[in-house]
């Protein structure tokens, strides 16, 4: 079994940037694939990037493509996302997912793990 838990959601400006983190417990996180998605009031959760098991491949989603980055430390069973040059519509909730695969995928219900969910509000 594996828990993730999301930190370093906030309240950002227009143009700012937040880091998100995303712990795990377990002691295979090496192989696991980890994704972050998001989702605003009223629409269809979102997938924003995912990262490989040993954090070498990479896939974005095109709304973040250039101002996001995944990435995972396997020594702190701790993945990442930065994310620069924060718009008003990047605000929701973030959450953190994770499968055991070699695969990354941007669909949500390839994830067996999930996290609660980290608050991003970007202010106008």
């Known amino acids: 079994q594996v828990q993730l838990v999301e930190s370093g959601g906030g309240l950002v400006q227009a143009g700012g940037s937040l880091r998100l983190s995303c712990a795990a417990s377990g002691r295979t996180f090496s192989t696991l694939v980890m994704a972050w998605f998001r989702q605003a009031p009223g629409k269809e959760r979102e997938f924003l990037a995912a990262?490989?098991?040993?954090?070498?491949?990479?896939y974005y989603g095109d709304s973040v493509k250039g101002r996001f980055t995944i990435s995972k430390d396997n020594a702190k069973n701790t993945g990442y996302l930065q994310m620069n040059n924060l718009k008003p519509e990047d605000t929701a909730v973030y959450y953190c997912?994770?499968?055991?695969?070699?695969?990354?995928?941007?669909?949500?219900?390839?994830?067996?793990?999930w996290g609660q969910g980290t608050q991003v509000t970007v202010s106008s």
């Open positions: 990262v490989s098991g040993i954090g070498t491949s990479t």
């Open positions: 997912a994770a499968r055991y695969s070699v695969n990354l995928s941007s669909s949500s219900s390839q994830y067996n793990y």
